[in-house]
């Protein structure tokens, strides 16, 4: 979610790392500066629909306070590379895995 001039004010995406078999489906939510990554059990369907309504619903709240402000705020699709370098970032903390 995007206001003006001050970038991104929070995030809200899904991520998934494919292996095959062994992939993994991460969410990264919260405020741009420092959201919160969780992984998704291993068994969670994917239901496209269901996701965009999540985030619609989680970034409402960001984004009345913006317009609040006075301004047109909006949300956009993220730079891939921006929320994946989140979940790199989480499992190099928490599992010391490196990956590109």
Do not use: C
Not at 8 to 35: E, K, N, T
Not at 42 to 65: G, V, W
Not at 71 to 83: C, D, G, K, M, Y
């Amino acid at each position: 979610m995007n206001a003006p001039k001050g970038g991104p004010r929070a995030v809200s995406a899904y991520v998934v790392l494919s292996a095959g078999p062994q992939s993994r489906v991460f969410r990264v939510h919260g405020p741009a500066s420092g959201p919160a990554v969780d992984e998704l059990p291993s068994a969670t369907t994917l239901d496209i629909k269901h996701f965009q309504i999540e985030l619609q619903d989680e970034l409402q709240p960001a984004l009345d306070e913006v317009r609040a402000e006075g301004h047109p705020a909006h949300i956009e699709t993220a730079r891939l590379e921006w929320v994946t370098a989140f979940v790199s970032k989480h499992l190099k903390a928490t599992e010391g895995l490196d990956i590109d």
